[in-house]
């Protein structure tokens, strides 16, 4: 199947699996549970990785600009760099190498085992039942990961600037609050849900095209996860282009 | 865990989303009432310039941000939140101040001053003391264009002759002073010629062929001299030990 195969049959499955109808009655357990695997699930990894960004970029923007210009100067570097760029990519690419493989392999085995047949043969739309609540999850759960990751972040790097790098945590969140754009923290929650959708998606269509028995699972949930990072990039950069360009 | 157990749960970290979506935002961009600060209110009659959130500054550190702007009559009302640490007093200065020559950013220049401590809710009078690059080079343009070119010549001209005339007396007196001073100076030079002169002969007598040259120069003349001189001295102490050795004095 060429480039453009591969495109169309991605349309049509994310047409097939989020323009059906959502029976919401009972939809949203499964929803509910998919949240919690991979929203609630993902907290740990996602504080954990905000941390290391808070220090990281504290660290970085403090050397990078200190001595040149005004000390609040790193509040703004942190604080616009983490809600526009850093928090939304990191969350994307922290949720893509966790949930992306793991759908990829859960509805590769099924398909592998013909549950899915099964479901099909029952009469069960296993769109609706299988990826609508996985992806609608990732989208619910991803703007939620983003804001954990952002707050933690700008939290660590403050403490981290006012321990470590004499910077008072009253001029860190002057330059931060100064700086502030409502388009820098509406733009990275557009950005998570966009990546939320990415990443759903693929990961239900990895595992639901898969083929070839238990490699090609694997290899499923391998082509989630590289598929998922690469459209984060993408998107990020098509984002940046029309939203954040002057 | 128990099936609705978990669906609460995942409920309340949808919600919790939510809640730090909007807590972070007002956290984030500075609108979480800070109770370290409290509101000043300020009147100005222009704050050109001037924007809501602009940074105010305390003798160079920033303390605080500009709240809010509205119209107070013909004149506006800035509010300020300001840290409480800094106590304002009667002759606190607020004047609006250009981060730079060039760029159009302001912010509030606070100075507490020395004066007596006043009551929360004092209302200061503001000063607008930025440095606006357009207007000034507005007004240049405006001065220059109401200049006559031949009436500036006239002026001129007319100037430079008063400076001249001005000038005339003093210069006169100075060029008096200035002969004097040089006649002077050639009298000094003549005696110093003099001197020189002198100098150059008392060298001639002091060369190493000349007898005061010899005098001086000669070591074994020195040594002469010196040993004479110890004889001399024990001549001396010989005579007033035995003065009858070397004075007989007898009438018969």
Redesign the interface.
Known sequence: MGVLGVSAHYAAFVGRSLFTRWDLRRTL?RL??Q??TH??GALPVVLLAAVFVGLTTAIQTSYQLMGVVPK?FVGMGV?RLV?IELAPVFTGFVVAGRSASAMAAEIGAMRMSEQIDALEVMGVNPYRFLCLPRIGALV??M???V??M??AA?LVAMLISSVALNVSSY?F??G???F?M?RD?LGG?GKAVLFGLVVGVNGCFCGYTVRGGSRGVGRAATSAVVSSAAMILVLNFLVALFFFSR | MK?TA??A???V??L???G??IL??F????HVEDRSQREVEVRFTDVTGLRV?D?VEVLGL?RG?VAGLELDGNRVLCRVRLDRAVSLTSESRFSIRSVSYLGSDRYLMVTPGTGTPVAEGTTFEGFNEALDLEETFLRLDRIVAQLDPEELRAELRNTITELVGTLDGPMQRFEGRLAGFDRSLGRASDELVQVAASLDTLAGLLCPNSTAGRLLGSDELYEELRKTNLELQVLLADIRANPKRYFKVSLF
Do not use: I, Q
């Open positions: 357990p509910a549970d949240v919690w929203g609630v609040y604080g809600l619910l759960s703007p939620v990961l804001v954990v952002e707050l700008v001029t969140m002057y931060v609050t100064h502030f409502a923290f929650l | 099936r978990r669906e749960l995942t409920v970290f949808l919790a989303g939510v730090l979506a972070g935002y956290w984030l961009s500075g959130g940074p920033p941000r």
